[in-house]
């Protein structure tokens, strides 16, 4: 995982691969992601549960979910080094 302060990640547009050095770090990351029941959770973050039980089923992602998995990949960083940025933590833990 590459190294990104807090404020990078809150104020600069950032590509997955400015977070993650491989599209398997970053579904590595996504596995340890826990999503705690009740909390209202941004709009696609909820396809993180889904997409780490088909991955556990198939050991894979389909082309699509990677697509969408490379979109949630701020949020993932964010919960990954503990990174508080506009709330993204707050919904994870």
């Known amino acids: 995982m590459k190294k990104v302060t807090?404020?990078?990640?809150?104020?600069?547009?950032?590509?997955?691969t400015d977070l993650f050095d491989s599209e398997q770090e970053l579904t590595q990351k996504m596995m340890e992601v826990k999503i705690e029941k009740g909390l209202t959770v941004p709009k696609g973050y909820l396809y993180i549960e889904g997409f780490q039980k088909y991955y556990q089923e198939h050991g894979t992602l389909t082309s699509s979910q990677m697509t969408q998995l490379k979109r949630l990949a701020k949020g993932i960083y964010a919960y990954a080094n503990n990174l508080n940025i506009g709330g993204i933590l707050v919904m994870y833990k």
């Open 6 to 16: 807090s404020s990078q990640l809150m104020f600069k547009k950032n590509s997955w």
